[in-house]
């Protein structure tokens, strides 16, 4: 048997030459930067926070979008009425379609309500009925007490005055309801209808009367 078949093939390293030393570049590991960890504690809570946020604006959102009051217009917030809209001092209602209501002018002095005196002026009056609610035309065709032209009501006959909405007859538990009108400086009204601003009606309401100057405006409720 040869050398070579007994021996493995060894690559030969050259020995370091006397007095030098070989230098070998070994890497060493470096630590990665530390990364916050989200403990299962913080995670749960966040999650209890976010989820009870988010319950209360669902719950509180809703309700107070509601209530927030909008640029209203129409029937629940302020009416303009033009002069043309006015009627003369002493003539026959002109009703209001956009603000449910009356426009009366009164003439100073007695009224067809016994006992009910004015001073003139203006008064609006809620359409609605405080028996039931029905819609009170005028009817200026209907006489009772030998007086002609009364409110009255279709639904079970509640008659009012015309000029005050005071009740003379019918189930109705008091006269007709009352919004506050302001004269504007052009000589417009401003109406402020809905329930918000709703007087309620009494034998007093032809002394509620304002005249239709420019600035009056019917005084608060008491
Ligand atoms: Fe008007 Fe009944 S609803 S009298």
């Known amino acids: 048997m040869s050398d ?16 030098r030393s070989i230098t070998v570049d070994t890497p060493v590991a ?12 913080i ?15 669902g719950f509180l959102g809703s309700p107070l979008d509601f209530l927030w009051p909008r640029n209203l217009k129409g029937f629940g917030g302020p009416i303009t009425v033009t002069p043309d809209q006015v009627p003369k001092e002493g003539a026959d209602p002109i009703r209001n379609i956009e603000g449910k ?16 005196d004015s001073p003139g002026g203006l008064l609006a009056l809620y359409v609605k009925c405080p028996h039931l609610g029905c819609t009170v035309p005028y ?50 009204l401003t109406v402020l209808t809905g329930r918000a601003y709703e007087g309620t009606g009494s034998t007093q309401n032809p002394a509620r009367t304002i005249a239709y100057e420019a600035g009056n405006k019917t005084p608060p409720k008491k």
Request: aromatic letters at 12%; hydrophobic letters at 40%; glycine letters at 10%.
């Open 4 to 19: 070579a078949e007994t021996t493995p093939t060894q690559t030969p390293v050259a020995a370091p030459a006397p007095g």
């Open 30 to 41: 470096k630590p990665l930067p530390r990364r916050e960890v989200i403990t299962r504690r």
């Open 43 to 57: 995670f749960l809570l966040g999650g209890f926070w976010t989820a009870l946020g988010l319950a209360i604006v």
């Open 101 to 116: 209501f009356w426009l009366l002018n009164l003439k100073a002095g007695p009224t067809t309500a016994p006992g009910a």
């Open 139 to 188: 009817r200026p065709d209907f006489t009772f007490n030998n007086v002609q032209g009364w409110f009255r009501c279709p639904c079970h006959g509640s008659t009012y005055s015309k000029d005050g909405g005071v009740k003379v007859f019918g189930p109705a538990p008091r006269p007709l309801d009352v919004f506050p009108i302001t004269v504007n400086s052009d000589k417009t």
